[in-house]
């Protein structure tokens, strides 16, 4: 971080991500090593400038990704690696927590120590002393090392009401030892903006050191929390994509980043940084497989959807009429419900990045989007699914041959006396009028099925051994028009250069799954890498 200056004479805001630590304490979300790469990769898109990784050492998952993200070319962000202060009692260099931190090797290490005196006492039961020691002597150990170190001070606003010297004292004394940031944390997330905007003002006033902001939710004000410590002159901000978090969650970094840069005119990202802003949320969501929130701020399904009478009306002549912000420019979209002019200019530009030229052709754009109206009612969600896009795209517009017919396919499910689980799966289809069947053996359907269908297609089409899938989701979405549960999955695949998501929808998961596997492939096929064309 640079010198501390007054929040008037400063735009430069921090933008520090904790989904892959704090983000995963919410019940019901867990990330492989895999999809945490994945996250890291979206997240240094959209130009978030420290991803915190997790703990090291704490658990395989975590020591894999450590070892795996130093070999990723980031182009915005650092990493960071999260852990405590020393021990009570232990020399920072005997400390195993901090050794663990140095042997991550990442560039950036973030620390949290107590700053309540009644979790020292009662929690550390140490003393108030040699606190202040503990977070001084390992802040002092790791830039001793060369590491960019934060402080993240527990439980800060709370501990400051009870007793604010001390509080004061344990920010001081990791700012006196050389941290680059202390970050003020709202831990219990109780704390409301008016207290956040007095008490950070002191600790930036009396601190010599940048002050960061990191807020929960319990109280819904964490959002609000963030953006009022910016403006008492904090210089980072933590939170989560779209809020994920333990209890009530984080603050939410999709509400924080668009508003630091268009409402308070902070330049945090650039321009077309932003516009992956709702791609990002979406992305992240179904990597977690969680439902994106349609009503959402900013980049919510819902959170630009009018429907008719005045509001439509009044958009169509003025966007700003009922538009907090252009949606476009965090890569959302109005939507005009019950009307034709219902996204027409999004979906011409959508196409136009498939290479598909519909500004001259209004009444297919129509029609196009009222079939992708129909879709999405039915469980279609194209926001994740772009491969799935432009292949529907393309056949409806009759720009689009198949590289197969499918004419049947069987899957068998055997449990065997070992107790060993198989899936057998015969795939028949035809490719230029021949015929062709296969059979294949996995541990689960869907790789059964996709080996079955790699077997039939072997060596006819270039690229095809380079299609690899990497991602396999499935939710169950709410009765539809009465007709019972669907199930929804999506498939994410790559072949190397590029990587794309394609989605099925059926009251039987397999035949879901099917159709999600064929898009991949049939996507793959219609884009293989450079040295396969």
């Known amino acids: 971080m640079p010198s501390r200056q007054s929040a008037e004479g400063n735009s430069r805001v921090t933008l520090y991500d904790t989904t892959l630590r704090d983000g995963t304490q919410r019940e ?11 996250i890291v990769r979206r997240l240094d898109g959209l130009g978030i400038h420290v991803i915190e990784g997790g703990f090291p050492a704490s658990n395989p998952k975590d020591i894999e990704f450590f070892g795996r993200v130093r070999d990723l070319e980031l ?17 920072a260099a005997e400390d195993e927590g901090l050794r663990a931190l140095l042997d991550s090797g990442t560039p950036a290490i973030t620390l949290v120590g107590k700053a309540w005196d009644i979790h020292v006492t009662e929690t550390l039961r140490t003393s108030l002393e040699e606190n202040l020691a503990m977070v001084s002597d390992s802040v002092a150990y790791l830039k001793a090392a060369g590491r960019v170190v934060y402080f993240d001070a527990e439980h800060f606003f709370d501990g400051y009401a009870a007793n604010a010297g001390y509080a004061l004292a344990v920010c001081r004394a990791a700012a006196d030892a050389g941290a680059d940031g202390v970050v003020l944390c709202d831990t219990n997330g109780g704390t409301l903006p008016q207290d956040i905007e007095r008490v950070v003002a ?15 939710d319990d109280a819904g004000c964490a959002v609000a929390n963030s953006l009022i410590a910016v403006g008492a002159g904090a210089r980072q901000v933590q939170g989560t994509i779209n809020g994920y978090g333990e209890r ?5 970094l999709i509400a924080v980043l668009p508003a630091l840069k268009l409402k308070l005119g902070i330049p945090v990202v650039t321009d077309d940084q932003l516009k992956l802003l709702t791609e990002v949320s979406h992305f992240v969501a179904e990597t977690a ?9 900013y980049v919510g399904a819902s959170a630009f959807a009018h429907k008719g009478g005045m509001h439509a009306s009044a958009v169509d002549r003025l966007d700003a009429a009922y538009e907090h912000v252009d949606p476009a420019s965090i890569g959302n979209k109005t939507r005009v419900l019950v009307s034709e002019l219902a996204g027409r200019a999004s979906l011409t530009m959508k196409a136009a990045e498939m290479g598909i030229d519909l500004s001259d052709q209004p009444e297919r754009v129509g029609q196009l989007l009222d079939e992708i109206k129909r879709l999405e009612h039915a469980g279609y969600a194209f926001e994740t699914a772009d491969g799935s896009l432009e292949l529907m795209l393309r056949r409806r517009l009759g720009m689009y041959e198949p590289f197969f017919r499918l004419e049947s396919f069987d899957v068998m499910l055997n449990k065997r006396e070992d107790g060993r689980v198989a ?4 795939v028949r289809i035809w490719v230029e009028g021949e015929r062709l069947v296969a059979w294949a053996e996995a541990g689960g359907p ?8 790699r077997r039939a297609l072997n060596g006819r089409f270039p690229g095809l051994d380079r299609i690899e899938l990497i991602d396999y989701k499935v939710r169950v979405l709410e009765d539809r028009l009465g007709t ?13 250069e590029q990587t794309w998501g394609t989605i099925g929808v059926s009251e039987n998961i397999i035949e879901a799954s099917w159709e999600a596997l064929v898009d991949a492939v049939e996507f793959g096929l219609t884009h293989p890498p450079e040295d396969a064309r």
């Not at 002191?202 to 929960?216: D, S, T």
């Not at 497989?289 to 701020?297: F, I, R, S, T, V």
């Not at 019972?484 to 190397?496: A, D, P, Q």
């Open 423 to 426: 899936t057998d799966a015969i």
């Open 248 to 252: 009530a969650g984080n603050a939410d």
């Open 202 to 216: 002191v600790v930036v006033e009396q601190v010599r050191c940048e002050i960061g902001i990191h807020a929960h």
């Open 484 to 496: 019972g549960k669907v199930t929804r999955v999506l498939v994410e695949s790559t072949n190397g």
């Open 75 to 91: 182009k915005n962000a650092v990493i960071a690696s999260f852990g405590q202060t020393r021990r009570k009692d232990i020399p």
């Open 446 to 453: 869907v790789n059964a099925l996709d080996w079955a269908l």
């Open 289 to 297: 497989n969680l439902a994106p929130d349609p009503h959402q701020p």
């Open 28 to 38: 019901g979300l867990s990330l492989s090593a895999e999809d945490k790469l994945r």
